[in-house]
């Protein structure tokens, strides 16, 4: 699988680094059931997306859906380290107008409190 | 070899009910499943197998799914389509056969190479028709009465009648009174499937025989339980054996056969891999006091009708699996030619625009499709992407085209149309699937409205220089809250506007560059046609395959 995932918690928000591509299959799935999981004890999430080198239609359907359940949850995510690709394809869709999208760990990280 | 689970053998290999076509062209080899008919070559961009190579004619040849077979047919091309070296007009199709399309050097297709893919259940089939049974014992002799119901089931195919088959055959070998044939589904319990008498009469109640034993057996590790309850005194007081004077019970657990296991010479000498095995169902035999005592039936005959009953049911039950997955691969054929129908676009005709619109599949069904409706002082385009693949694409693609087509024929402002699709789908909860989609709709007087969803910015094309107007939103099916609005522009007479999907920014060459938004730009100013940017595109990714659907839809105002 072409998705790792890498979660810290830095001030009460847990931060979740993803690295490498964010395709409709199994690394779908393995966000989806990552970000459930850590739902289930934080409400504070950063989805760190610096080093995701592609994301896929599907990928970008999950990303909304696990996105808009948290939502629903009462639970935050806020989205950094966005590269051009992953940037175009919100830019495109206009899905930047949903997520709260930050140019830096730091200034997201403030965002929260 | 590979067998499916016991529930639905080979239904998992379903895809490959479909043959194969492998294009070798130099060093590369491409395969294409050969998935509905007529399947199109030529050195056309719409051709569902494109070979760009001017010896290829525009419309070279079909290949053609017909009654007893595949058929090729040359569509009277400059220089021949060949099968195996011989030019040929029409020709049936054999598993590896070669075909060339006027290029006799550079490219071949080899046609549903063996050794590929193959239908397990058959093959499986195939394989245990031919085994023989040892005749060192005469009593095994008698098994070939098995050999004979396994030889039937290549015609008769049907669980019922094997199982009556295996029942009417045991009663006869072991004297018993009655046989029961047992089968396990889904759940994990045995059930019922098949009873007989020695009279030859059907049983239907199973209530009458004893569980506790049947289960025993089951449970145990051994190829069959011989119970004689005269013998045993703790059995004696067992419900059904009481109410029902039985004397002997013998229970044979059907374990799926291995296929490459021999059968065991001995008695004691069971291969433990063969007891392992998973249990498919079990035979169940017993006879009364009063009637005649079984107990002594020569455990070579319980044996040889374990492994043989066992392969007979297994081998009916894959042989109702294929017919399963016969009926649910035409169903599907159905459904895919339907959906291609729908899917085919009947472009209207008005005295101020016109349209055309090409779509480059790169593999199985798509989920990028347009359409055109035209009323009275409009004509409306779109073109939509539908995220995914295969079945699930084309019915979420087909879903949108309907309500689309409709509402646009009902002449619903645009951001009204869109919003109760997002209306619509998100409602039904699909589970991430959503779509990206353009409409635009064009006056007479040359006003132009669309509404962008999640899309590329349409290309307008206007002498000679290109605008990608901005306005979109987002797109349908993913948020149940998104709203919705249209933009408008004014197009003159000559102005072109160019609906793409990804695919086509993203279409790659072989150094992993995408063909992006500058170069499709710049083809999109000069060139006259959409041929001439498929052929550009093609250029640009030379014999790297495609990822994704390229769809372009061009809208031309003529005044």
């Known amino acids: 699988m072409a998705l790792k995932m890498e979660s810290k918690t830095v001030g009460g928000v847990t931060v979740v680094r993803c690295i490498g591509r964010i395709v409709f299959g199994d690394e779908a799935s393995a966000l989806r059931s990552t970000l459930k999981n850590i739902l289930s004890t934080s409400k504070k999430i950063l989805l760190d997306l610096s080093e995701v080198s592609y994301i896929d239609s599907g990928g970008l359907g999950t990303l909304v859906g696990v996105y808009s359940s948290a939502r629903a949850a009462g639970a935050d995510i806020k989205l950094t380290g966005l590269g051009q690709r992953v940037r175009d394809v919100l830019q495109i869709t206009k899905l930047v107008t949903v997520f709260e999208v930050y140019d830096s760990e730091q200034k997201a990280l403030a965002a929260f409190h | ?559």
């Not at chain 2, 049907?158 to 009663?171: F, G, M």
């Not at chain 2, 049947?214 to 419900?239: I, M």
């Not at chain 2, 002082?377 to 939509?384: G, M, R």
């Open chain 2, 1 to 559: 070899m590979a067998i499916g689970s016991a529930s639905n053998p080979g239904l998992g290999r379903a895809s490959d009910a479909f043959p194969s076509l492998v294009l070798v062209q130099g060093q590369e080899q491409r395969s294409l499943v050969l998935d509905h008919s007529p399947f199109s070559i030529g050195r056309k961009v719409d051709k569902d197998l494109v070979i760009a190579d001017p010896r290829v004619s525009r419309d070279h040849a079909l290949i053609m799914c017909e009654v007893d077979g595949f058929y090729v047919a040359d569509q009277g091309s400059k220089h021949g389509t060949f099968v195996n070296g011989e030019r040929v007009e029409r020709q049936k199709l054999e598993r590896n056969d070669r075909l060339e399309f006027g290029v006799r050097d550079a490219a071949y297709v080899i046609f549903h190479p063996v050794g590929v893919a193959s239908s397990t259940a058959r093959e499986f089939l195939s394989q245990i028709s031919g085994m023989q049974i040892s005749t060192d014992t005469t009593d095994l002799e008698k098994l070939t009465m098995f050999l004979d119901a396994a030889r039937k089931l290549n015609t008769t195919g049907v669980l019922d009648e094997i199982l009556v088959t295996v029942a009417d055959t045991t009663l006869k070998l072991t004297r018993a009174e009655r046989a029961y044939v047992f089968l396990k589904v889904d759940d994990g319990s045995l059930r019922l499937a098949a009873g007989r008498n020695s009279r030859g009469e059907a049983l239907i109640d199973d209530t009458t025989i004893s569980h506790s034993i049947l289960d025993e057996a089951l449970h145990s590790a051994s190829e069959f339980l011989v119970t004689d309850t005269s013998q045993s005194l703790d059995l004696a007081g067992r419900q059904s054996i009481v109410a029902y004077d039985l004397r002997t019970v013998i229970c044979i657990p059907l374990r799926k056969p291995q296929v490459q296991s021999a059968r065991p010479k001995t008695v004691h000498t069971v291969s433990s891999e063969g007891l392992g095995a998973e249990i498919i169902g079990a035979l169940y035999l017993d006879s009364r006091f009063a009637s005649r005592d079984i107990s002594s039936v020569s455990n070579d005959i319980l044996r040889a009708i374990a492994t043989e009953a066992a392969q007979l049911v297994e081998n009916a039950r894959l042989v109702q699996a294929e017919e399963a997955a016969r009926v649910y691969q035409r169903e599907l054929a159905i459904a895919s030619s339907i959906q291609q129908r729908l899917m085919e676009v009947h472009i209207p005709e008005v005295p101020f625009a016109r349209m055309s619109g090409r779509n480059l599949s790169c593999k199985e069904i798509g989920g990028d499709f347009f359409d055109a409706v035209s009323t009275e002082d409009h004509f409306a385009i779109f073109l939509a992407d539908v995220c995914g693949k295969g079945v699930s694409a084309a019915l979420l693609a087909s879903t949108l085209q309907g309500m689309v087509y409709s509402h646009l024929v009902a002449r619903m402002p645009l951001a009204e149309i869109v919003a109760a699709v997002n209306r619509f789908f998100t409602q039904k909860h699909l589970g991430e699937k959503y779509a990206t989609m353009v409409i635009a709709r064009i006056s007479r007087d040359g006003e132009l409205e669309y509404v962008n969803c999640g899309h590329l910015p349409p290309l307008v094309v206007s002498q000679q220089k290109v605008v990608r107007p901005e306005a979109g939103n987002l797109p349908v099916g993913l948020l149940a809250d998104a709203t919705y609005e249209s933009a408008r522009l004014k197009l003159h007479r000559g102005d072109r506007l160019l609906l793409v999907t990804d695919g086509v920014t993203e279409a790659e060459n072989a150094r992993g560059d995408f063909y992006e938004n500058e170069r499709l730009e710049d083809i999109a100013r000069r060139a006259t046609s959409l041929e001439e940017i498929f052929a550009a595109l093609a250029d640009f990714c030379g014999g790297t395959p495609l990822n994704d659907d390229c769809t372009i839809v061009e809208l031309v105002y003529t005044g």
